[in-house]
């Protein structure tokens, strides 16, 4: 018997989603493009017993991006063009992953928890330390989180996207919000 608790993500039930935000002299105009990261896995798990030693850990293929605005046929290739190419730059850098060191749990209420969680990002072929909050309902079978939290591109070397000469730029800030329901493995 494993001295291990694990729940393994539920991708077509869970949500991550980012939001990159224009800026520049034409950003009253322009759109903040919003994407769901559609390929994702990554399992939670605690000390049998006594939910001690929590931890987390996550896959994202940068690929992955379904962009959720409406917008032209010829907008959308750009938009991925430019994502995917000059900004991810998916093809040498495929993967996106986070693990996390330290995990600390607060209880709100019967099976309520807030969480500070305390790990490492994996980003753009660099690694930081990355802290985010997290509201968590956990049970027997599953653990349902949610919250959100923003990044800096430039932490991770990415260089920030421009348009038409710099009049639209995206701001360095992106906002990552999430749902994320994992089911009790094994």
Known sequence: MSDRVRFVFDPKASHLRLHAFASGLASVVA???KFAIQDFSGEASYAQGTMGQPSLKITMKAGSLALQDEVTEQERREIFRITYDEVLEIRSYPEITYESSQISLSKISENTYGSTILGMLRLH????????????????????????????????????????????????????????????AG
């Open 31 to 33: 759109h903040s493009p």
């Open 125 to 184: 072929g660099v690694s930081n330390a990355h802290n985010f909050n997290a509201q968590l309902v956990i049970g027997e079978e599953s653990i349902r989180a949610y919250g959100d939290f923003t990044i800096k591109q430039t932490d991770y070397g990415i260089r920030i996207a421009s348009v038409g000469g710099g009049t639209l730029k995206m701001r360095d800030e992106i906002k990552i919000t999430y749902f994320i329901i994992a089911q009790r």
